[in-house]
Structures are given as structure tokens and as C-alpha cells.
């Protein structure tokens, strides 16, 4: 028998020219002509197990897919954290997923090419467009293009995804969300003290108790200082100091011996790879351990901050750590992290370091390098993604529809008007409702309706209809009855949870049965 495939295609849509570059563009012997029955008929080379293969459904390496419950708690998450920023005076706004790679600026580790770093691409014109690797520096953009008509200081929040080029790993992925605020345009101490006030409020109306979380503060001076002592100043060491920040950045979770390696020739994961060090010699290494190890926290801008925020009352919350540096190139003066600090353990018992959940910091530079004049900022940044993950551990997430909608069924396929209507009633009501789109019978929908976790369905057939009523079916209470039935005959006699009402009590007996399993 012949493997090949004969494709009937109505004439109109296809012509030879689209089998050389359409839909068939793989066929080398492919041709159309009328057929005995009056359509226009292809020959495709193409064999029976050719055309039965798929596209395997691939999920991008570092990427995840996100479920309903995890989207309904974010959402619940962002609400919570909007209400804290604007609280604070800030406005929010939103800015595109992709800027010119030049307007984000090279402030990711990158050498000798455009996407180093960054997911980048050219546009019809050969404009290289880069997905932005944070928010802070699209807001610069903003700020520079909108100077004159925005009030100065100018504060807004914003939140979205990132992007970043780099290895992804356990809990580290290529597309996170974050959560920004930014004052732009003074160079006050006490924007940047609000900032960490803004953070601990911030986590602690998430459910994070306190005495769970500190936010640590320094001020890259102070190190920038050490890095110029030590022959890393000036722009033409930009490229090694920024290895070194990102080394640093990482103590709390490789401590000071990993730290020293990434300062040196580098470092061997678990996993076995290898990430390459700053080559700093012996007497360079040593210098950046020492302040670690010494803790230094004398800087003048150090101080003025710590007399604010103990002033407001923050002692508690706030402390001064040398060994925040962030990781990015473009931080000036302070930098911040809020931390979780308690302890948890994994489903296997294992211990679990959930540890920085947000930070940021001074960035007088930013801005500047769209405009002539200086235009000093701040900013504080939360990671959505990890905070979640914490949240979920502590039990602080809202259940929000816990569980899902009521289904309404469809018994007479020919009345599906009055099954949508019934639905619409529902749903005017603010109740969340379906109607059973499938075309299963009554069996196969209340398994549909079981799966999709609906409380109750809406059942009408012809003699509830005659009688203008409808019957509930309360699913949850059913389940639980039905635990308590040990045959059939007693199962059909007491049909558990079902009840009659007229169709005009439908939205308020509905409302009776989500109220009894508090949905």
C-alpha cells in the first residue's frame, strides 16, 4: 500500500505557488489539480508518519508556567503591597517590556556583545531592543524624557516581569516579577530611610511578623573606597568591580569562603559548573575580606540615616551591615536589602534559606546619562516571585475562590438559551458561574464539575422547567454524605444535597449553599 498522503483542499484557498511557500513549503513534489468529485485535489510527498509528527511542547529553559491558585494569590499579593506604596505618596506607572539597549545601559556583567546579560534583539531598522533586566532603569528613561513635566520629586510604583540572560537554577529563573517604588530628583538621606521604612511596612502587611525579616543597610562609599585603595577605581576597572559586587552580594548565601573564591580564579558550583572569578590578586582579596569581616559602618551618610529611622522608631527593624553591596553597577551612595531571617524546612525536612527578598538603593547616575544636569534617586525593589514562595511556607497566603464555579448543566441542547440565561443570572448576581460548553452527557458534566471543584450545580430538565424550578446539588455537601451511605438504594433514596427551588430563588438558594462552605 502506498504511504503517500492526498490532501483535498477547496480551490480558492491554495494555488502551487502556496505549496512552494506556505503551508507545504516541505514537499519537493507537490501539485494540485481537479479530481473526479469536483475539488481540488494535492499530492503531498509528505509520508503518513511524517505529517503524525508534533512540535514537542517545550517550556523555555528558566522559565515556568504559573498555575490559577499562584496567580490569584500574586494578585492578591500586589493589591496588598499597591495599597503600602500608596499609602507612602506613590503613583503608579507602567513602561514597556523592552527598551533600546542602549537606554537600559550595560549595568549587567557584559563584555563583547549585546546580550550578555540581557534577551536582546534588532528591529526592521537594526536597533538593538533588549527585554528590560529590572525597572529601574526604563523609569530613567521615563524620568529624562518627562523632566519638565512631571512634579519633582517625582515617586511612582510600578510592577512586572524581568528579564535576565543568566543560568537558571533551583528558585532562579530568567522571568521574575518585582515590585518598584522610586523617588527621583533629591538627594535627601531620609528618601533613602523611607525606603527601608517602606520595605519593613511592606512585609509585615504581608503576613511576615516581625523579628522574621530585618532590612539591612550600607552605603557603597564605603567600599568604593576600599576598591580605590585596592587599584579598582576608575572606569577602564568598571568590568572587574562590578565581578566584585556580584561576588559580595552573594555572601549571605556561599559565606566568606565563597566570596573569596569568586574573587580569586572563581568557582565550581554543585551542579559542576564553573563560574570565573575576578583574579584579584592575594593582597586585593584579602583587603575586600577584611572589611567584610570588620564590619565597618562609620560613613557620615550612615550615620544621619540611622538617626532617622530610630527616630521613627525602626530600631528593630532596620540595621547597618557592610556586606550589602547589590549587585548592579549603577548604585551610588545607599544600599538596602530586606531579608527573611527565620528558619524553615523543605516537604524532605531539609533546611530552607529563603533570605533576600527585595533591596535597592542610591542611583544619582542614572538618570544623568540622559540629561546634562545631575538627578539624584532612590529606589526599593521586591522580588514578587520569592516573596511567594515565603508566604506560601508561612501560610500567609489568601484563599481566594478555594473553590470554583458553579456549573450550570445542560440537559436539552436545543433550549441552550435558557441554560445561558440561567448562567447570566449568576453571574449578574457577582457570583462566579459556568455553563458546561462540552458536549458530554449528564454523567460526563458532573464530572466536569467535580474536577473544576465547582460548590454546586444548577440542574434543569424538562419537567423542572414545566414546573418553573430548578434543582441544586450541593457537591461538597454530597461528597460528604456520601462517606456516610454504604449502598446504592440508599445513595438513589436519599439523593444527598439536592434540593427543588423555583427558578426565581435560584441566585439567593445558590448564595445559601456557598455561604454553608464559606466560598
Known sequence: MSNKVWLFLPRPLYSSRTSQHGQYSNCSSFRFGWSRRGTYAGRCCMSDKSLSQRTAARLPKGMRDIDAAEMRAMREMIATISSVYERYGFDPLDTPAFEYTDALGKFLPDTDRPNEGVFSFQDEDEQWL???????????????????????????????????????????????????????????????????????????????????????????????????????????????????????????????QGVEQLLGKGRKDESGDFTKGAELAKKQIDAILDFLKRGETGDAELADMRASWSASGYDDRIIADPSVVRGLEYYTGAVFEAELTFHAQDEEGQPVRFGSVGGGGRYDGLVSRFRSQPVPATGFSLGVSRLYAALKHLDKLKATHAHGPVVVLVMDRARIGDYQRLTQELRHAGLRAEMYLGESGMKAQMKYADRRGAPCVVIQGEDERARGEVQIKDLIEGRRLAEMIEDNAEWREARPAQISVKAADLVAEVRKVLARHGA
Not at 525579616?213 to 577602564?236: F, H, P, T
Request: with cysteine; hydrophobic share 40%; glycine share 10%.
Open 130 to 256: 533588549s527585554l528590560r533586566y529590572d525597572l529601574t532603569a526604563p523609569l530613567a528613561r521615563y524620568v529624562a524624557a518627562n523632566y519638565d513635566a512631571i512634579a519633582k520629586p517625582f515617586r511612582r510604583y510600578q510592577y512586572g516581569h524581568v528579564w535576565r540572560n543568566e543560568k537558571p537554577g533551583p528558585g532562579r529563573f530568567r522571568q521574575f516579577m518585582q515590585f518598584d517604588a522610586d523617588t527621583v530628583g533629591t538627594a535627601s538621606p531620609a528618601a533613602d530611610v523611607e525606603m527601608c521604612m517602606l520595605a519593613a511596612d511592606t512585609l509585615e502587611a504581608l503576613g511576615i511578623p516581625r523579628g522574621s525579616y530585618v532590612i539591612k543597610v550600607s552605603n557603597r562609599k564605603i567600599l568604593d573606597g576600599v576598591m580605590e585603595a585596592i587599584g579598582l577605581g576608575g572606569q577602564e576597572n568598571a568590568g572587574r568591580r562590578l565581578i566584585v559586587l556580584r561576588a559580595i552580594d552573594k555572601l549571605d548565601r556561599l559565606g566568606l
